[in-house]
T-cell receptor
């Protein structure tokens, strides 16, 4: 596609439920990043995928968070047993190589845990 | 640890004025610095990318400068328009991360251009 696409754009879920967020990067971009933006806070880096390599998961906030990427394509971020503190905008970005090249962001998924 | 600070946190100016947004970072060992704008409820739009070897980049009414040794960047907006109203974010890519640890962001400057 022309840009980074994320779905859903908005998600309201009950505390304790699992949610899955999806990101379609720009075609040909090998690098994919997930960030979290809490209200009034800066963007927080979560995880990075490079091609088919296994990601470094140390940036994920807790073991309730997991992420996968299929080849150099779609990525999903899964949050299990959601808590109210998980409420945030989750942003995905892709880049041709890594952070040495320009990052392009999706429109984000606004997650509200009630 | 890299820290990025943006000043001011908020700015309101009349239409037509030229303005400067500031960004500072603590670790000068960076690959690049990128400026973004974020409209309410939207993702980030890339405005300018300055490589560490460059001093400035220009796009239309926007000009970004980089002084890596002092850890500072400025975004200059000429002849501001109401459509420029948004939150402006700067972000740096650390060499120590090898390109793999994501960008480090400031908290942004919330800009309002009064018609």
């Amino acid at each position: 596609g022309a840009g980074v696409s994320q779905s859903p754009s908005n998600k309201v879920t009950e505390k304790g439920k699992d949610v899955e967020l999806r990101c379609d990067p720009i075609s040909g971009h090998t690098a994919l990043y997930w960030y979290r933006q809490r209200l009034g806070q800066g963007l927080e880096f979560l995880i990075y995928f490079q091609g088919n390599s296994a990601p470094d998961k140390s940036g994920l906030p807790s073991d309730r968070f997991s992420a996968e990427r299929t080849g150099e394509s779609v990525s999903t971020l899964t949050i299990q047993r959601t808590q109210q503190e998980d409420s945030a905008v989750y942003l995905c970005a892709s880049s041709l190589v890594d952070t040495r090249t320009e990052a392009f962001f999706g429109q984000g998924t606004r997650l509200t845990v009630v | 640890k890299q820290e990025v600070t943006q000043i001011p946190a908020a700015l309101s100016v009349p239409e037509g004025e030229n303005l400067v947004l500031n960004c500072s970072f603590t670790d000068s060992a960076i690959y690049n610095l990128q400026w973004f704008r974020q409209d309410p409820g939207k993702g980030l739009t890339s405005l300018l990318l300055i490589q560490s070897s460059q001093r400035e980049q220009t796009s239309g009414r926007l000009n970004a400068s980089l002084d890596k040794s002092s850890g500072r960047s400025t975004l200059y907006i000429a002849a501001s328009q109401p459509g420029d109203s948004a939150t402006y974010l700067c972000a740096v890519s650390r060499i120590s991360g090898g390109g793999a640890d994501g960008l480090t962001f400031g908290k942004g400057t919330h800009l309002i251009i009064q018609p």
